[in-house]
């Protein structure tokens, strides 16, 4: 079985004390990877690399178009290992492989951007009448800590790690222990592109007690950048105010997605399918609030259900695989098929779906649940949807606001006004109308509430990663 390293200080290396991990294939259920299982010396051999690279280095003093060069050679060479890095993936996570593929897609654009972005950034200048020059310059922050989870491990991992090592950070990186395969070839190839040694670092290891928390707890970090769970979240914030250290948190969700009598139904259910069924509903966007006006209910619901049993189920190595027969692991095929059961659904029915084999649950259609049925309330991460009835705008609105996250939701409408209306209503950090999951890597990301504290996206992602300075000149008056 192969075996997967840490990446520290430009070297694939075993944990210290030799530890390993098994990577479990979802859809085998059997291991296919053999993993370095760092801890806390591990972490902080890897943030030590980061620190020194940082201090002492070439990295943030070789400036913008350099930095942007080998980012651009390690993109490169991501294409010429897309099929390999689309498949760890796949083996990890029961991810169908073309959306795997797209992760890969999405992932490469993640460095280019971020390396163009940077390079192409400019500072503000400030006149002033007395006699000065004032502006600003953006400075790298120093050692930046990137922990991802598993539900796009490539493309998660690389949203964070890339505008960090952009801006001229170092980086260490935690992906999560389900997912971490793609995240080493990654790091051989940053080696390969010629990243110089500690600049971005690559630590294995699960979250609590282990890899994740030392890096957390380390005063030698500057910046923590965390996508996961909102629990998770709120225990890595406390531990990072203990060194004052800057996070930016990107959690859970439960997004509403809200379709009105005069929206495009093709379109519309095509968006509400791929919105809760794409990655088997493990994504922290999904559309898993689904509120329908009663004019087209039963319409819409005819059409909904038959697509949900459309979709072909099979082996995620095979192109012809639409949606995942097993969710990522054992631990959460458990938490997902719990949420099937009767008190969770509060009175709730299946429609469609239910359990499938192995770790497999199918694409799931709840109605006729109460607004405080747990299947509301929390975040699954599976393939299940809640479908509710609405009247009104205001009821579909209030509605989708009724939740502790605000991530994301969905507007299915051709009234204008009522689509602009109702962006500016809901309480989301991104809110798509007649679309779902287009980006424009511009553009904040990011949450309110449990959803998540700070955005990331070009400026935003700058603003987190660089420290801000203003420099004020004198400027003689006589020549
Ligand atoms: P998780 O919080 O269990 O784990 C995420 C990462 O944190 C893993 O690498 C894990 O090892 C690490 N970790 C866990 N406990 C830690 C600790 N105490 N200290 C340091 N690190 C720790 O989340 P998950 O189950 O891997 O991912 C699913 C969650 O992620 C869902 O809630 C989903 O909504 C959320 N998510 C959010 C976004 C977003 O952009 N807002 C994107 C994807 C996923």
């Known amino acids: 079985m192969q075996f997967y390293g840490h990446i520290i200080n430009g070297e694939e290396v ?3 004390d030799g530890a390993t991990m098994p990577d479990i294939d979802p859809y085998t259920r059997e291991p296919w990877a053999t993993i370095a299982c760092g ?3 591990d972490a902080d051999r890897a943030v030590a690399a980061a620190r020194e690279a940082f201090d002492h280095g070439p990295w943030p003093r070789m400036g913008f178009e350099k930095r942007q060069q080998l980012m651009h050679r390690l993109a490169d060479l991501m294409e010429e290992h897309r099929d390999e890095l689309a498949m760890a993936d796949t083996r990890d996570m029961a991810k169908p492989i073309t959306q795997a593929q797209h992760d890969v897609t999405r992932s490469i654009l993640n460095v280019r951007f971020f390396a163009d972005h940077a390079r192409q950034s400019t500072s503000d200048t400030y006149p002033m009448d007395s006699g000065h020059h004032a502006y600003s310059r953006w400075e790298p922050v120093g050692v930046a800590v990137a922990i991802s989870p598993w539900n796009f491990p490539l493309m998660l991992g690389t949203w964070k790690v890339m505008p960090a090592l952009a801006w001229g950070n170092t980086v260490v990186w935690k992906p999560a222990e389900d997912t971490p395969v793609s995240a080493t070839i990654l790091g051989r190839l940053a080696i390969e592109a ?4 500690g600049v971005l670092n690559i630590v294995h290891g699960y979250g609590p007690d ?3 928390s030392a890096l957390t707890e ?4 500057d910046r923590i950048t965390f996508t996961g769970e909102s629990g998770t979240g709120k225990i890595i914030s406390g531990v990072a105010a203990r060194n004052l250290t800057p996070v930016s948190l990107e959690l859970g969700g439960k997004g509403a997605n809200i379709i009105f009598d005069d929206a495009d139904l093709d379109n519309a259910v095509h968006w509400a399918v791929e919105a809760i069924f794409r990655n088997a509903g493990q994504v922290c966007l999904a559309g898993s609030r689904l509120y329908v006006q009663s004019g087209i209910f039963d319409e819409f619901m005819t059409r909904y259900k038959a697509a949900a049993e459309a979709l072909v189920i099979g082996d995620p190595k095979d192109p012809a695989t639409q949606f995942s027969p097993a969710l990522a692991s054992e631990e ?7 949420y099937l059961g009767t008190e969770s659904l509060g009175g709730g029915r299946i429609l469609t779906g239910g359990l499938g084999e192995g770790w497999g649950v199918r694409p799931t259609i709840i109605t006729d649940a109460p607004a405080d049925a747990r299947v509301i309330k929390e975040e699954i991460f599976g393939p299940v949807t809640v479908a509710t009835r609405f009247d009104t705008e205001a009821e579909a609105v209030a509605l989708a606001n009724d939740t502790r ?3 994301n939701a969905m507007v299915f409408t051709e009234n204008l006004s009522r689509a602009h209306r109702a962006a500016a209503r809901l309480k989301a950090g991104t809110v798509w109308v007649n679309c779902f999951f287009i980006r424009d890597l511009r553009a904040p990301f990011g ?7 700070g955005r990331e996206g070009g400026n935003f992602s700058r603003e987190f990663f660089t420290e801000p300075k203003a420099v004020v000149m004198q400027i003689d008056q006589e020549g």
């Open 14 to 16: 075993p944990s210290l």
């Open 39 to 41: 801890g806390k010396a």
């Open 194 to 197: 010629g990243f110089p040694p």
């Open 210 to 212: 282990s890899a994740g």
């Open 218 to 221: 380390n005063p030698d970090v």
């Open 332 to 338: 959460h095929f458990t938490k997902v098929a719990g």
């Open 405 to 407: 996250y605000g991530l």
């Open 447 to 453: 949450g309110v509430g449990d959803s998540g504290v």
